[in-house]
């Protein structure tokens, strides 16, 4: 991992250098218009006033998803393995899940994060757990994994060593989270999302024109490689079972999605759930770009190589879209898809950081001492922030590492295991009024014992599964199941756990949590909820899902 940390030559030239100064500068230029704007209260810096439109609500819905390790990871996924990973790209069906089922509910609460919605329908107990748990899960995946992947494509774009370039990038995305808060957040991410997509669809589009077109695509590939545009492999594959993908992929989305604090507090941003709703549907159509923009251009690169290896060659999957980068883009297009780049990564890690801060503020600081002044809890916000950031640059030589090795695998898992629990407990507090504060808690509790469990397995048979040894035992064939099946296996426990404990404990007092579950609204709360939308939503929701199961029916091989 050593030359990761070194110089490497810069792939931009003048004209690149110009055009990706003006994108800084536009960026800083968004950052201070907002910061003159200042923040009066909690409400104004983490959730920006709540008075946010769709159209920067769901750019920054998309933003926030897509980091630079997440462009360059499903570049080097559409290389290596093809389509089966577009499954997790067509989770723009569960965005509007959060529009349509979660968010009247989170409004309606009156809710700043996830905990607090957690406190308010169930108890103090929950909100506590889900805190702390999300914290370090932010802190161990989120920010580390953000902050290496993005190092690395910096210093390989401008040429500078890798510290220079995650530093610079952590300081100076640090800096306007910390001062401008919720608001530079959503805004600046606006800007970048424009960026970012403009970029990549001009890759996608010379990187087709370069090979020839999309039916000369498919017959290079698949002459090579006969599955490589099949998004459904057989159950029994070892890395994407269709199962696994379709229903552990959903689980897994739901959580990310529709409850985690990340992803909900830009649609927490609206004025109400019609704009936050539209929000959430203008971001599910734009979570359907990455197969497009990020994962095709993979499939490109490796035509690509196969056409032309001598021009196109590709050392390892994750350089497939850098070396799109250097081969095809004119002087000056180099400069804006570099700034596309460091768009995604600016925008996720600003993202971490203002989820990182809020749920610290409101769900710890606050709650541990609930006297203290708008301004007092302003100024721990941004104390927070900071702190986060630094947390973060102490974590890099640590992700130095692991980067690369086992523990980014385990990493990427740990999405799977955190999720079911989580899921069952939103889905069925919201959907079955009879959950009571007990069978939240314990089904919470029980899914933690279950990663630990689940991951300390893992760990402990890693040479054993490495080597391709059997073993026989129950716990090793614990360890060896697929990890999106796990996820599967640990929702269907969770919700069975969740039932059982809600029938077999006392009913929770109905009376307070009006509106917080489907069997507690009141009639004007269901009057409410009919105004919420147009006609035009219904009908962009429901293309969008026909626009997905076409996609999910066409990669069949």
């Not at 810069?10 to 004209?15: A, G, M, P, R, W």
């Amino acid at each position: 991992m050593k030359n990761n940390f070194l110089a490497a030559q810069s792939v931009l030239e003048n004209l690149d250098w110009v055009v990706l100064g003006i994108y800084f500068l536009a960026l800083v230029a968004v950052a201070v218009w907002v910061v003159l704007q200042k923040n009066k209260n909690t409400e104004d810096y983490f959730l920006a006033g709540r008075n946010v439109g769709w159209f920067v609500i769901g750019a920054s819905i998309f933003a926030s998803n897509i980091g630079s390790e997440h462009v360059v990871g499903l570049a080097g996924t559409g290389f290596e393995s093809g389509t089966p990973m577009a499954h997790y790209e067509l989770h723009a069906w569960i965005v509007l899940l959060l529009g349509w089922l979660f968010l009247p509910f989170y409004i309606r609460s009156g809710a700043f994060t996830m905990p607090e919605f957690l406190e308010k329908r169930f108890d103090s107990r929950s909100r506590w757990f889900l805190s702390l748990f999300s914290l370090v899960a932010y802190v161990l995946t989120k920010v580390s994994v953000t902050i290496y992947a993005g190092g690395i494509v910096v210093s390989e774009l401008l040429g500078i060593p890798f510290w220079y370039g995650a530093i610079g990038i952590v300081v100076f995305t640090g800096i306007y989270t910390v001062v401008g808060g919720m608001k530079a957040v959503i805004y600046t991410e606006t800007l970048q999302t424009v960026i970012l997509i403009l970029g990549s669809i001009i890759i996608t589009y010379l990187g087709l024109q370069e090979v020839g077109g999309w039916a000369q695509l498919r017959e290079t590939v698949t002459a090579v490689s006969p599955d490589h545009f099949n998004m459904w492999r057989p159950m029994n594959d070892p890395d994407f079972p269709w199962t696994g993908l379709l229903i552990g992929g959903t689980i897994v989305g739901i959580w990310y999605w529709c409850t985690d604090q990340y992803i909900v507090q830009r649609t927490l941003a609206a004025n109400n759930i019609k704009i936050g709703r539209r929000g959430a549907i203008f971001g599910a159509y734009l979570k359907l770009l990455p197969i497009l923009i990020f994962l095709v251009p993979g499939i490109i690169a490796f035509a690509l190589s196969i056409q032309n290896p001598e021009v196109f060659s590709v050392e390892k999957a994750d350089r497939a879209f850098p070396m799109l980068v250097k081969t095809l883009l004119p002087v000056g297009l180099k400069g804006l898809v570099a700034g596309g780049l460091m768009a995604a990564l600016m925008s996720s890690l600003a993202s971490v950081f203002n989820s990182c801060s809020t749920i610290f503020t409101i769900d710890i600081y606050k709650k541990l001492k609930p006297e203290k002044s708008e301004k007092s809890l302003l100024r721990t916000g941004k104390v927070a922030t900071g702190f986060i950031v630094i947390l973060g640059i102490i974590w890099i030589p640590i992700m130095e590492k692991i980067g690369g090795g086992v523990m980014y695998q385990y990493l990427q898992n740990v999405q799977s295991y955190i999720a079911p629990p989580v899921t069952a407990v939103f889905l069925l507090g919201i959907i079955w009024k009879r959950v009571n504060s007990t069978a939240a808690i314990t089904t919470l509790l029980a899914g933690l014992g279950l990663l630990v469990i689940r991951l300390s397995s893992e760990i402990y048979y890693q040479p054993q599964i490495a080597a391709g040894e059997s073993i026989d035992g129950f716990i090793y064939s614990f360890a060896t199941i697929n990890f999106a099946h796990m996820a599967i296996f640990m929702f269907v426990f969770s919700v069975i756990l969740c039932i059982s404990v809600s029938l077999t404990t006392t009913a929770p007092d109905y009376s307070l949590i009006k509106g917080l579950a489907f069997g507690t609204l009141t009639n004007e709360q269901k009057a409410s909820n009919k105004d919420s939308y147009d006609k035009i939503d219904v009908v962009l929701s429901i293309i969008l899902v026909v626009l997905v199961i076409g996609v999910l029916s066409y990669f069949t091989g």
